[in-house]
Nanobody, 116 residues
Framework: QVQLVESGGGLVQAGGSLRLSCVASGIAFSINAMGWYRQAPGKQELVAGISSGGSTNYADSVKGRFTISRDNVKNTLYLQMNSLKPDDTAVYYC???????????WGQGTQVTVSS
């Protein structure tokens, strides 16, 4: 059974940092490209992706502020978020990354709220 469990969200002031985690089970994590996605009212986007080999890509809106990484031993995906802005407020989800993004059932996500 595939399960993606996100954690680490919270309420933070603008300029602050958070580290999100996603533990994956039921998938061949190490050979999957993975990604972090976020959903806010009227907007959904791929925030960052990481290939099985560790190559990364980022949305322009988060470049230089967010860092995606993975631990294939722990089957865990991470997103380090620095210099947070109110526009980063959203529910963050992990799933398979491009080119076959969103292949798996979505988890519950983790809420990130950035106050100004």
């Amino acid at each position: 059974q595939v399960q993606l469990v996100e954690s680490g969200g919270g309420l933070v002031q603008a300029g602050g940092s958070l580290r999100l985690s996603c533990v994956a089970s039921g998938i061949a994590f190490s050979i999957n490209a993975m990604g972090w996605y976020r959903q806010a009212p009227g907007k959904q986007e791929l925030v960052a992706g990481i290939s099985s080999g560790g190559s990364t890509n980022y949305a322009d809106s988060v470049k230089g502020r967010f860092t995606i990484s993975r631990d294939n031993v722990k089957n865990t995906l991470y997103l380090q978020m620095n210099s947070l802005k109110p526009d980063d407020t959203a529910v963050y989800y992990c799933n398979s990354g491009p080119p076959f993004g969103g292949r798996y059932p979505w988890g519950q996500g983790t809420q990130v709220t950035v106050s100004s």
